[in-house]
């Protein structure tokens, strides 16, 4: 369901004397290759945008023109942590992902009085935080940190794209896609890719259980490769 974000939870901090406040949020942590993104951002208090929210809700040319718009404005400021696949396999994608917020909220200039945060509290964390569930969909300043998050990723996966073109890293950014899924069959997994995620050591039984979600699809995506998979 569509909501429209606002400053709800901004302006009952600012009511206790907190002045400034960054939204923090991520991107891919459930892609099969690629790093994990996260953005931190502080938005100006009278800031306002009537189409600002959750990035996964828009069409991409608006999210990138949203993107444009945060980073040219001198107002806003806001920082990106990475943490690569590398990284990920190692620590796994959890802790991989808090570190990226805590590499993002670290590198802000002037470091906020307090975080939102998308999701559940992240531990450890330098800064005191408010964990809001949705928070991306709710909270200007947390959907202006998944924007920058999740043009910053994109725009990375298409770099690795030309990279590794048998991949199609710019259709489907690493996730797991029926697409993805083939590719990984066809040539196995590149230096990008998760290899602690089990649909990269076995992509073709992700493709079976995709197949019991979405039938047609995969019944297309077996004639296309050749590949035998189970009917749902």
Same mark, same amino acid.
Not at 32 to 48: D, H, Q, S, T, Y
Not at 96 to 100: E, G, I, K, L, N
């Given at each position: 369901m569509y909501r429209r974000c606002g400053f709800r939870y901004e302006k009952k901090l600012r009511a206790t004397g907190v002045s400034r406040i960054a939204g923090i949020d991520e991107a891919g942590r459930g892609a099969? %290759?690629?790093? $994990? @993104? %996260?953005?931190? $951002? @502080?938005?100006?208090?009278?800031?306002?945008?009537?189409r600002l929210n959750d990035s996964k809700q828009l069409a991409p040319e608006l999210r990138e023109k949203i993107y444009c718009e945060l980073v040219a404005n001198p107002e806003v400021r806001w920082t990106v942590g990475v943490v690569d696949s590398i990284e990920i396999d190692r620590i796994n994608i959890l802790r991989?992902?808090?570190?990226?917020m805590r590499i993002a909220i670290t590198a802000l200039i002037e470091p906020p009085d307090h975080v939102l945060i998308d999701g559940l509290p992240v531990i450890p964390f330098p800064l005191p935080q408010t964990a809001i569930i949705d928070g991306d969909c709710i909270s200007l300043s947390i959907a202006a940190a998944s924007v920058i998050a999740k043009v910053t990723r994109d725009r990375m996966m298409r770099d690795f794209c030309a990279q590794f073109p048998q991949y199609s890293f710019s259709q489907h950014k690493g996730y797991g896609t029926e697409l993805h899924l083939l590719k990984l069959h066809e040539f196995g997994p590149c230096p990008i890719h998760r290899r602690s995620f089990e649909p990269v050591a076995q992509p073709l039984l992700a493709l079976e259980e995709l197949v019991k979600i979405s039938p047609s699809p995969a019944r297309r995506a077996r004639r296309e490769a050749g590949v035998s998979i189970p009917a749902a």
């Open positions: 099969l %290759a690629g790093p $994990v @993104v %996260a953005a931190a $951002v @502080v938005l100006p208090e009278k800031f306002r945008h009537r991989a992902s808090h570190r990226a």
